[in-house]
Every structure is written in structure tokens, then in C-alpha cells.
T-cell receptor, first 115, second 113 residues
């Protein structure tokens, strides 16, 4: 079946550095992908909608310059956490809908730890 | 905009017992409804979805849910749980014109032998 692959599954970085997370749709094209953030023991919060060939749409309160999103092809969206700080440590998950219904397929998530 | 309320944050249950996870939603438009399961440090897996038609929806792993429009509910049930059903469960809603999902806070199901 359709799969969304997210890479890396975990990453540790130093404060002030940038980290890139990739989200790929493996056997289908996704003109739209979504990026979520999940704090421990909490629900998923939508950060932004990634649109192929155009700018991402960010949810209220999400810093555009902090979380850079690029959707360069129909199968790849990337999230770059710039100048990371310990408070950016979280679980980041991407998803991609397929077909006319939004029963999105989710990546396996990326555990980011900023030290 | 839609919102989702999962009424139980934690549900402990014995193996082979039934379980029900409650979900209520609010929306000014017609919606699609979903239940997802998340195992530790993993992404979400779709259990089942209600798009239209029969209000009783059957999903994977023996789960089912019933859409009740008058009560704006979409409760998830399983008649007999296994240890492997221990996980976090999320109810989600999307309006019919948007791919965006709004999630509930989640319910932690712990199955004990």
C-alpha cells in the first residue's frame, strides 16, 4: 500500500545548528503534505501545509523563518528547523493525503533532540 | 473550524475484555471522521474512517466505530482486546473540503494480562 517515509527517525543536534527532515511519498504523488509537531503525551498540532511548487501555509503561531518548508517535487517535502534551540526538541510527523479523501498516510516521525 | 474531544485520557483494560474509546466533535459543516493508532515513537496508522453511508464502520485489527450525527460522536470499540492493542489512540476530524485533520488529545489504552 501507499507509504510515507520520513527521515531521519531520530536526530540529536547542538543548539544553533539547523536540521533538515525529509518526508517522501513512496508510490504516489502528493501535491500537499502536512507537518505536525507532537509534544510528549500530547496530541498532534498542525504546523504547516506544504504545497508543491508554491509557498507553505503556516498555522497561526508557527514561525515561518524558524521552520522552513520546501516542497520541491511531487514526492518530497522537507522541514528545516533553523537555529535550533532545546525548546524545539519534539516529535515531528509528516503526512500526505492520497485521492479525494483526507485519510492521510503518516510518516514514522522524527524525534529531534537539541542539546 | 472543527474540534475534537476525547473524553478519556487513559483507559486501562484487561486482556480479552471489551473497550470503548469516546470521541465527540463539533463542526459547523459536514465532516469526515477518523481513528488513528500510534505506537511508541512511531507515526500514526489509520484504524478506520467514516466518509458517508453506513454509520457503523469496521476497521483493522477488529476495531469498529459508530457515527452518531445527533450526538456528534464517533466512539471506537473493540469486543476483545489483546496486549498488542496497548497504544495511543487519536480521534480526528476533517471538513469535507479540506485535507486538514484536527486531532483530539488522545487516549492511552493499556491492556493488562
Amino acid at each position: 500500500g501507499a507509504v510515507v517515509s520520513q527521515h531521519p527517525s531520530w536526530v540529536i543536534c547542538k543548539s544553533g545548528t539547523s536540521v533538515k527532515i525529509e518526508c517522501r511519498s513512496l508510490d504516489f504523488q502528493a501535491t500537499t503534505m502536512f507537518w505536525y509537531r507532537q509534544f510528549p503525551k500530547q496530541s498532534l498540532m498542525l504546523m504547516a501545509t506544504s504545497n508543491e511548487g508554491s509557498k507553505a501555509t503556516y498555522e497561526q503561531g508557527v514561525e515561518k523563518d524558524k521552520f522552513l518548508i520546501n516542497h520541491a517535487s511531487l514526492t518530497l517535502s522537507t522541514l528545516t528547523v533553523t537555529s535550533a534551540h532545546p525548546e524545539d526538541s519534539s516529535f515531528y510527523i509528516c503526512s500526505a493525503p492520497m485521492g479525494p479523501h483526507p485519510s492521510a498516510f503518516f510518516g514514522q516521525g522524527t524525534r529531534l533532540t537539541v542539546v | 473550524a472543527q474540534s475534537v474531544t476525547q473524553l478519556d485520557s487513559q483507559v486501562p483494560v484487561f486482556e480479552e475484555a471489551p473497550v470503548e474509546l469516546r470521541c465527540n466533535y463539533s463542526s459547523s459543516v459536514s465532516v469526515y471522521l477518523f481513528w488513528y493508532v500510534q505506537y511508541p515513537n512511531q507515526g500514526l496508522q489509520l484504524l478506520l474512517k467514516y466518509l458517508s453511508g453506513s454509520t457503523l464502520v469496521k476497521g483493522i485489527n477488529g476495531f469498529e466505530a459508530e457515527f452518531n450525527k445527533s450526538q456528534t460522536s464517533f466512539h471506537l470499540r473493540k469486543p476483545s482486546v489483546h496486549i498488542s492493542d496497548t497504544a495511543e489512540y487519536f480521534c480526528a476530524v476533517s471538513d469535507r473540503n479540506d485535507y486538514k485533520l484536527s486531532f483530539g488529545a488522545g487516549t492511552t489504552v493499556t491492556v493488562r494480562a
